[in-house]
Every structure is written in C-alpha cells, then in structure tokens.
C-alpha cells in the first residue's frame, strides 16, 4: 500500500515562484448533477496578477476552488508544476499554493495572530514546529494588512473588513508562490481596498502568480495583467485589461451600456455614462 501511495504522489519542488505554474486541461466542474464549468482550459501568467470577473453566478468561484483542489473535477486536470494537483499531498499543495475563499470559517474565539499562525501551517514539521521564518512571516503578515493594533482580538469580535483584512494576512502568512483570491476586497473601505490591492501587486512584483475574483471592473483593469472574463461557466474572452475591456464585452456581460475613457493618471479603463439596458 505505502509503495503505491509513494508511486501516486508527485514531487513538485520548485524554488524560484516564477518557475511555479498552475493551469487547467478539459476541466469540468458539477455543483450535484448541474454542470457549472464544461471542459475549460486556463493558465495563470507567472508572476502576474489575473482578475476573473463575470456575473453572479457564472462559475468564478467554482473555477478558483477547482483550480485550488478543493473542488474535486468530474473531467480534466489541474496541473500545479506540470502534476495533476489531486495527486499530490495536501501539504505540499499548501506550500505552493494559498486559497482565501469568499465564505471563511474560523473556530470559535480563536484571535487574530492565531488565525494568521494557522498560514505557517504548512512549513511545520514534527522536529521544528515555529521558526524564525515562521515569526518574520507573521510579522510582515501584520503589517501588510494593516492588523498590529487588532492581533490579539477575538476574530469573532471584529467588523467586516477587519475580519476579511486577518483572512488575507493568513494567506498572506503562508508565503505560497500562488495565491488565489476570491473577492479579497468585498467587504473593505475604500482606503484599505487600495491598500490591498497595492498589496496584491507588489507581491506580483516579488514573482508571486495572483488570480483573484472581482466584481468592480475598473479595480479590476486598474491592477490586473491579465482579465479572465468569464459567463455562463465558460471563459469568453482574456488578455491585458487594455485589449479586453471593450463596451461590447460589458454589455455582455452585465447586459449594461457605458462609456470608457482612460484613467489619466494609470491609462487603464473607466466606465462612465452606465446605462441598465436588459432586466
Ligand atoms: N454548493 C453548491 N451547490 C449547488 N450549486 C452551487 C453551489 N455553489 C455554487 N452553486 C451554483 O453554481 C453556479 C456558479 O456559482 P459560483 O459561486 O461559482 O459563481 P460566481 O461566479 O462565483 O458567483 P458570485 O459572483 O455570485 O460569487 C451558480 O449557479 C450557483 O448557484
């Protein structure tokens, strides 16, 4: 049995983030019998930041859950490192990559630095449990979201967006060269939306690979390589916010009318004159 299991898990060590891919060949996702995601192919640029947008409802977080293996396809693969990502252990998985769902659940008075040390999780072994790496990660976990003066609160006890912002810097904290973002924003005040997404770009800039689900579009072109527009559970179109973003493309998908003019001081598109032209 122990050969076989050795046989089946794939090694996936890779050292340099660039070097990590993730993509998907032919894959299908059911929600129960109904077919949400038919036979999709997708790979993330390396060291990118991708925004996947659409309507409600058109498979972005099914896509971002089967991409990060916690939902099992009914067709295809999903390859991390050229190895089909079901095939290797979980903790190996979470070395590479970090998923932040859209709904989090914590256990019951669990406070935020506690949250954030689950992220380290994955770099634990038996023999050395917490690590000056560990304690660095933390730290620069903290800060970047903005948390010192909230680490020793109950999670349980913070607002919204303060409980979204300890849910990030526990991605965060895991130092995965993927990171998978599902409306990391949702729930922040302008200023910290701004601050995340600040975020989410250096660390592209570090060489991490980043998708992340968002609803608002200019956000989306404003800080985004890479567009994935998706409807119906298929991707229709893809590429720099510049070439995708197109009045027909927002018409499509949002069954909206608008203008788009460049942003003067980031050139990326902005939607003005929004008109609702379907029920
Ligand atoms: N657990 C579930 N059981 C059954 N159907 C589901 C489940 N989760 C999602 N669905 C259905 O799958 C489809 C895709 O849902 P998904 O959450 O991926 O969409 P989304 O694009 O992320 O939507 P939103 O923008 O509203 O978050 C929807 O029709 C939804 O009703």
């Known amino acids: 049995m122990a050969s076989i299991m050795q046989k089946n898990k794939q090694t996936l060590l890779q050292t340099d983030p660039l070097d990590t891919s993730l993509s998907a060949n032919n894959l299908s996702l059911k929600h129960g019998k109904a077919h949400i995601i038919d036979n999709l192919d997708v790979a993330l640029p390396a060291g990118k930041v991708t925004a996947i947008v659409g309507p409600n409802g058109c498979g972005k977080s099914t896509l971002l859950n089967g991409l990060s293996r916690v939902h099992m396809p009914s067709g295809g693969e999903v390859l991390l490192n050229g190895n089909n990502i079901h095939r290797v252990p979980s903790k190996e998985v979470a070395r590479y990559l970090a998923l932040l769902p859209q709904d989090t659940s914590a256990p019951d ?166 008109k609702r032209v379907k029920a």
């Open 109 to 274: 008075g669990i406070s935020v630095a506690e949250l954030i040390r689950f992220g380290r999780h994955p770099h634990q072994s038996l023999m050395q449990q917490w690590a000056m790496d560990d304690q660095q990660a933390i730290a620069y976990a903290l800060a970047a979201a903005d948390l010192n003066e909230l680490k020793d609160r109950q999670l349980d006890t913070l607002s919204g967006g303060q409980r979204q912002r300890a849910w990030i810097a526990m991605s965060i904290a895991q130092e995965t060269p993927l990171l998978l973002l599902d409306e990391p924003t949702s729930a922040l005040d302008l200023g910290h939306q701004i601050e995340v997404f600040e975020l989410i770009r250096h660390l592209s800039q570090e060489g991490k690979t980043i998708a992340m689900v968002v609803h608002d579009l200019p956000s989306a072109c404003r800080y985004a390589d890479h567009i994935i527009a998706m409807k119906g559970g298929k991707i229709i179109t893809q590429g720099p916010p510049k070439d995708v973003m197109t009045k027909a493309l927002v018409r499509e998908l949002y069954g909206i009318e608008c203008d788009l003019i460049e942003d003067p001081m980031t050139g990326s598109p902005i939607l003005i004159n929004i």
